[in-house]
């Protein structure tokens, strides 16, 4: 019987995300609904569909969207040749992508430019690493394992590497340290390119694991690094499963379990943490409490080209 449950600190909402919903929030309130925004503005239903909810209509591609629209890029980055179509349809484009990864997309680049053959590190189909891949599909290439770094034949002796910034640290450490025997003389990030987020909400799921018997993680199916915490707890030994929500939850889970960790994805608003608590309490569990609270201050800036309109807008009042 579940006699406490452990709160991991930090969980949610990291600053890109935050970023990325405020900009559709605040797109919307200056040039009201329809807002356009192309794929999830971040990975997770909820946000989603609140946002729909408000107005803003979620397109698979830039080329969906009326001419002469506004269109907010996701978090995730986009390839240059999105924001060509876009200016082709002469769309109003807010470009929402999380800083972080804009770094990413201007160290792929700049190695390209260089003549590196750029290794990528990350998920395939992600959208991170459809947008990276898109900045010099031709000299770029993608592993997602050590096998795959096993299988690779660069006819080059310029080579570098980029990651996907939401990647699980451990398994990323382990593919640089692949490549690395593979290729002694390889170019690396000056800094590492796994966001700050992704790395402690890790860190933290790993400080509570000899604390807890199960582990919650709140994120959606498609969300990268929510399923990543879901295998750090796995890899420690302690059963861990992905809900969207206090509704998935299986009271079978809580056969023979005393204390159940709950963290979540840096897409995952904080009020679907609250509603998994709740669904706690209903139960009995009076002893909720956070775990190791690490405070994180990390704020980006609105886009710029949201920022010049809204201070055009607030002139003009």
């Not at 200056?30 to 107005?55: C, F, M, S, T």
């Not at 804009?102 to 992600?126: F, S």
């Not at 910034?165 to 690396?188: C, K, M, N, Q, W």
Request: proline residues 3%; hydrophobic residues 40%; negative net charge.
């Amino acid at each position: 019987m579940v006699t406490k449950v452990l709160l991991a600190s930090p969980r949610g909402y990291c600053a890109g995300v935050e970023r990325a919903v405020e900009t559709v929030e605040k797109a919307l309130d200056l040039y009201g609904p329809p807002v356009y925004v192309r794929k999830q503005i971040v990975h997770n239903l909820h946000v989603v569909r609140d946002l729909e909810a408000r107005g803003a209509v979620f397109v698979d591609e830039e080329t969906e969207v009326p001419e002469g629209a506004t269109v907010v890029f996701s978090a995730h980055g986009v390839a240059p040749s999105v924001h060509a179509n876009a200016a082709e349809r002469r769309l109003q484009t807010i470009d929402a992508t999380c800083p972080l990864v804009t770094k990413v997309h201007v160290q792929a680049r700049r190695y390209a430019a260089e003549g590196y053959t750029v290794v990528l590190i990350g998920h395939a189909g992600h959208e991170e690493v459809v947008g990276t891949m898109g900045e010099a599909p031709d000299s770029i290439v993608l592993v997602e394992s050590v096998a795959d770094v096993d299988r690779l034949e660069l006819g080059t002796a310029k080579v570098a590497y980029v990651t996907q910034t939401t990647l699980s640290v451990d398994e990323t450490g382990e593919i640089i340290t692949a490549l690395r025997a593979r290729f002694p003389d390889i170019h690396a990030p000056k800094r590492e390119d796994i966001c700050y987020a992704t790395s402690n909400r890790q860190w933290a799921v790993k400080e509570m694991l000899s604390e807890i018997d199960l582990l919650l993680v709140i994120g959606s199916r498609n969300s990268s690094n929510s399923n990543r915490l879901v295998e750090v707890a796995r890899a420690g030994g302690v059963a861990s499963y992905l809900i969207d929500d206090e509704t998935e939850i299986d009271e079978k889970w809580m056969d023979g379990v005393d204390v159940v960790g709950v963290t979540s994805g840096a897409s995952a608003p904080e009020k679907l943490v609250e509603g998994v608590c709740n669904w706690f309490r209903a139960r009995g569990v009076a002893d909720i409490e956070a775990y190791r609270l690490v405070d994180e201050d990390v704020e980006f800036r609105l886009p710029v080209e949201l920022r010049r309109e809204l201070a055009l807008a607030e002139a003009q009042q």
